[in-house]
């Protein structure tokens, strides 16, 4: 049977804490909540087998936070009549009463792992089992610092599997030197984005500097960006025309000098054939625009 009971929160075992992850803005405004309108949802909760005193806390554990933030002693728990590892892959076949991070679920999935099969797993949450073995891939891939900063809601799940974890896998020492300035300095996921992006062609020494200050870099790329911004405007549509038709050039060049080798005697003759479409495709605009230019000059004269 399950039923709805208010418990003192010192009865909680929150066992799976460290799996959770935190994020202040949320947990402040659930704060706020609870302080005018009570707490609404009840958290889910299973008898501990090691003390018949006590629950294990499965689900709700940001409720919990706010509920000690705010000095209460007691909690409205949905008991569950299972037992641990039931109520975890019930949660996560039902979805709790926040939505699952997918580090969240890696992390669970892979506590469940040791002592269930991942076809068991699979079938109790609903999921195949090429899902169930791929997601713990995500807690892999990040070193334990890296780990625990995306637990405690100093760095996001998205800038730790799309940045800090592809960098850590090519530069641990980077990654690591990266994520303290993080800590200190927060940056954007769009400015992590660009960070990323220019890491990726920078040089061994640029690379360096960049995850040594990169609040100095950010800097230098948007003076940078807004010189050339700047260029153009003062070059006005006349500039840009040029620039662009110098870029045409310089591509026509690169592509003039591979067509030896692209189009060689033993290359396949289908492959020659996707090559030569490709040219057509490219070179339509050119005759328009050739075309557009010989009317303007008719209609001049």
């Given amino acids: 049977m399950e039923n709805i009971l208010p418990l003192d929160l010192h009865a909680l075992v929150p066992r799976f804490a460290a ?42 554990y940001r409720r919990l936070d706010a509920l000690q933030h705010l000095g209460r002693d ?47 797993i699979a079938r109790k949450i609903g999921r195949d089992v090429s899902w169930v073995s791929r997601r713990p891939g995500l807690i892999k891939a990040l070193p334990e610092d890296l780990l625990d900063q995306v637990r405690q809601g100093r760095v996001s799940v998205w800038a730790a599997t799309r940045v800090l974890a592809p960098l850590a896998r090519a530069n641990s020492d980077h990654a690591r030197t990266l994520l303290k300035h993080i800590e200190q300095q927060p940056l954007s996921t769009r400015a992590l984005k660009r960070l990323f992006e220019q890491y990726r062609k920078a040089t061994g020494i640029q690379r360096q500097r960049l995850v040594e200050n990169p609040a100095l870099f950010l800097q230098a790329l948007d003076s940078r960006e807004q010189h050339v911004t700047d260029k153009r405007l003062a070059d006005g549509p006349e500039g840009a025309w040029r620039q662009d038709l110098a870029v045409i050039r310089e591509i026509a060049t690169r592509l003039l000098a591979q067509v030896p080798t692209l189009f060689a005697a033993q290359q396949d003759p289908l492959e020659c054939k996707r090559l030569r479409q490709s040219f057509a495709a490219a070179k339509t605009p050119f005759e328009r625009l050739e075309q557009a230019l010989v009317e303007v000059d008719d209609h001049d004269q």
């Fill in 74 to 120: 007691r909690i409205q728990a949905h008991v569950w009549e299972r037992s641990v590892d039931e109520a975890l892959l019930g949660c996560l076949a039902r979805g709790p009463d926040r939505g699952w991070e997918a580090i969240e679920e890696a992390a669970l999935i892979e506590e469940l792992a040791g002592r269930h099969s991942q076809q068991v």
């Fill in 19 to 60: 799996l959770r992850l935190r994020d202040a803005a949320r947990l402040g405004q659930l704060v706020t909540s609870i302080e005018q309108q009570g707490q609404l949802t009840a958290v889910v909760v299973v008898p501990d087998p090691d003390n018949t005193q006590r629950w294990v806390l499965i689900d709700g």
